[in-house]
DNA sequence: ATCCAGGGGTCAC
DNA sequence: GTGACCCATGGA
């Protein structure tokens, strides 16, 4: 049975092509698949799990159900899910008025345009991806994830391929310190996100409860307040899932070798100028360092 | 072999 | 509030 495909016209300073190449850049993601110029992701839905394909014609995104249900429902949230992940509804345009009032920046609007800040919906993933990214480089670190997902993750098949999802907080608050542990998580990864699956479960943590919150400091506090959250994963976080334009990861080793990079400071203890600096930006914080880590993949500065 | 990687907790001042 | 130290493990 077919489904109609869903069209998303694609607002303007967008490029599909950009978000493909963060989405896919040089790293083992296995939380979605890369080919042919569109993505293949599976994702959990209140109506159950959903395998869909997304590719760009005619200046339309084309979503297609390919496993899964396709009531009205589910599709609408497919929708919903897709518009947030690629933060289709928002207006970058001022971003790039910012980026190029700046003299060291203003390359980015032309060479990054229509990249948008790719999110992270469920904030226990978000969560589960700083901490297993803690300290570690990124290629270690999304063999762990994989490591996780493959083995307590559901999965959807089509065509003779495996797409994951990743694991909800009831299975991984089951899940044995240990078995993390051979998984070669270090104790502590294991432990945090035991930890956060468990707050998830009990209620002590949501997504929903910390959009509650009055204002940013409040959730970063409420986010800091449980093991294995710092500063950098609770706004990593917040900037991922519930795209809180302050949510700066400060000490990132990435972003501060981007600022030197860019010359904006000298080294990496120059918090003043740090903070200067993102203070022109005000509302597009986040922008500006999604823009800065793909600055990291041009060669030719660093 | 050595340094580093999209940090965090703890403890002393 | 700040800084030193430890943890932990693969990548380059």
Redesign the pocket.
Known sequence: MDHPTILIPVPPFFSFQECLWFLNRNYDDCLHVISDNAIWKAIQTPFGDVLFHIQEHGGFLEIETLAGPANPECRDFLTSFVKEWFDLERDIQPFYAHLKRDKRLAYMADDFTGLRLIGISDMFEALCW?II????????AY?LKRRLVERFGRHLEWDNQVFYIFPDAETLANAEVDEL?AM?F???KAQYISGIARAFVAGMLSKEGIAALPDFPAQQKAL?SH????????N?ALMKSLRVPQGI?H????LL?ALVAHGIIADRTEKDKINAFFGAFAGWETYLAFYL?RSLAVKALV
Not at 133 to 140: A, K, S, V, Y
Not at 227 to 234: L, Q, R
Not at 251 to 254: A, L, S
């Open positions: 700083c990214g803690q300290q570690i480089n990124l290629t270690f063999k542990r070669q270090s104790e502590k800091t093991k294995g959250i710092g500063i950098w994963t609770a990593y990861p000490g990132d080793v990435g070798n880590w």
